[in-house]
C-alpha cells in the first residue's frame, strides 16, 4: 500500500493514542492540545513527498510520532487558559496556585437553568458562547430551554430578551475571568418542540453531539476549533440551512433520505464522504432531487483539516 493512502490514517492514529494514553495516565493530553500538533500536518505532508521509498517515509513517520509523544509526556499539567472576555484560548507558562492573577481554579459542580415557556412565542434563537468540552442537544422539554452542565469550568450565564418577535436566549461563560486546568465541561440542552429554532454556537475545542430531527430548525451555524461534531436533522422544516466553519474538524451530518440537499464545501487537507451526492461544480455537490424535494437542506462548510460525512438516513 502506498504512503499517500495511508496520510490521514496515520495522523487520525497518532491523535487517537495520545487520547487512548491520556486516559490510562501515560500522557497529559486535551482537546486543546491538537492545536499544538498542527505542524505534524506539515511534517507527515513533507514525508509523503519526499522522492525516497516508502519503507523510509514509514520510518520517518514513527519517528516523529514518537517525538510527539515524549513532548507532550515532559508537560506536567495542560498549559491552556480560556479567556471568557476575549473569548479566546491563550498560552500561559507562569501558573500560580492562588487566583490573583484571574486565572482560576474551580471545583466540579453541577449548574440547572431554564426558561419558561411563553405561549406567545413561535421562534427562538439559542446563542452559545461554549469554549472548551461535550455539548448535546437531544430530548424534549415543556419549557423553552433547559439546560444542564457538569465539570469544573465555572458557572455559565443565560440571558433572554426579545428581538423582533424572536424570544433571543444568550449562553455564555461568566465574564472578566480566566479558566485554567479544566478537567470536565459536558453540557446537555432540551430544546422545546413546539419553537421554530435559530441556533448559534461558538465553541473551542469540543465534542459535539446534536439529535435535531424533532425539532424545527431553521438555521444552525457551529463555529469551532478542533472539533468533533455529529448533527442529525429532520423534515419538520420545509428549508434548512446549516452553516460549519473550524480548523482541525470531523463533521458528520444525517440527514433524512425524503429531503433535498445541497452542499457548500470551501476546505483545503479534506476527507469527503458524500455518498448519494452529484458534483455540480467546484465545492458544490447535490441530491438528484435538488431543489425541486419538498424539504431542502443547504449545508455551508468552510474548514482547513477536516473529515467530512454527510449520511442519509
Not at 466553519?245 to 483545503?268: N, Q, T
Request: glycine share 6%; net charge negative.
Amino acid at each position: 500500500m502506498k504512503f499517500r493512502n495511508l496520510f490521514w490514517a496515520l495522523i487520525l492514529i497518532a491523535i487517537g493514542l495520545m487520547f487512548l494514553f491520556s486516559n490510562f495516565g501515560w500522557l497529559d493530553f486535551h482537546w486543546v492540545s491538537i492545536w499544538r500538533l498542527w505542524p505534524l500536518i506539515f511534517i507527515f505532508w513533507g514525508i509523503s513527498i519526499l522522492p525516497i521509498k516508502d519503507v523510509l517515509k514509514f520510518i520517518l513517520v514513527i519517528a516523529f510520532i514518537g517525538l510527539s509523544f515524549i513532548f507532550f509526556n515532559q508537560i506536567t499539567e495542560p498549559r491552556w487558559s480560556f479567556s471568557i472576555q476575549d473569548h479566546d484560548w491563550s498560552w500561559t507558562d507562569d501558573w500560580d496556585e492562588d487566583d490573583t492573577d484571574g486565572k482560576r481554579t474551580f471545583a466540579y459542580s453541577t449548574q440547572l437553568l431554564s426558561v419558561p415557556m411563553d405561549s406567545a412565542s413561535q421562534k427562538s434563537v439559542l446563542k452559545m458562547d461554549a469554549a472548551a468540552g461535550k455539548f448535546s442537544i437531544d430530548g424534549e422539554t415543556s419549557e423553552m430551554l433547559s439546560f444542564k452542565k457538569e465539570g469544573d469550568i465555572g458557572d455559565y450565564s443565560m440571558t433572554t430578551r426579545e428581538v423582533d418577535g424572536k424570544t433571543v436566549i444568550h449562553i455564555s461563560l461568566e465574564k472578566n475571568r480566566k479558566v485554567r486546568r479544566v478537567k470536565k465541561n459536558t453540557v446537555d440542552i432540551k430544546l422545546n418542540p413546539g419553537l421554530i429554532w435559530d441556533l448559534d454556537f461558538d465553541i473551542g475545542a469540543a465534542s459535539v453531539d446534536m439529535d435535531l430531527s424533532d425539532f424545527m430548525i431553521d438555521t444552525a451555524r457551529i463555529e469551532a476549533g478542533a472539533a468533533s461534531v455529529e448533527i442529525r436533522l429532520g423534515t419538520l422544516q420545509p428549508q434548512t440551512y446549516l452553516t460549519f466553519s473550524a480548523g482541525a474538524a470531523s463533521l458528520e451530518v444525517k440527514i433524512p433520505k425524503e429531503s433535498a440537499c445541497e452542499i457548500h464545501s470551501e476546505s483545503v487537507l479534506v476527507s469527503r464522504d458524500f455518498k448519494g451526492f452529484n458534483k455540480k461544480g467546484d465545492g458544490i455537490y447535490q441530491t438528484k432531487d435538488y431543489p425541486e424535494g419538498t424539504n431542502t437542506i443547504i449545508i455551508k462548510i468552510e474548514s482547513a483539516v477536516s473529515s467530512l460525512k454527510v449520511v442519509r438516513y
